[in-house]
């Protein structure tokens, strides 16, 4: 089974706002390439120790909002 993230923005951008919403998170943490949504979710789910439905939701949720989710 595989996640698909529904980002509203383009990842580079999505990447860089969810740093300024967590600085604990670097770029190995955040890689990303369209199709492995699984294992960036289970990355940041085990360093941020939340679900990984919490993670899909938080990201999808900064990439909507721009920045301004919190």
């Known amino acids: 089974m595989s996640t698909v993230l529904k ?9 860089e706002l969810l740093k300024e919403a967590n600085s604990n998170l670097t770029d190995e943490d955040l890689y990303y390439t369209p199709g492995s949504e699984d294992a960036l979710l289970q990355r ?3 360093k941020m120790d939340r679900s990984t439905e919490h ?8 990439s909507s909002n721009k920045g301004k989710a919190s």
């Open 7 to 15: 980002l509203e923005a383009p990842w580079p951008q999505v990447k």
């Open 44 to 46: 940041l789910a085990k």
């Open 55 to 62: 993670i899909k939701g938080w990201i999808e949720s900064v």
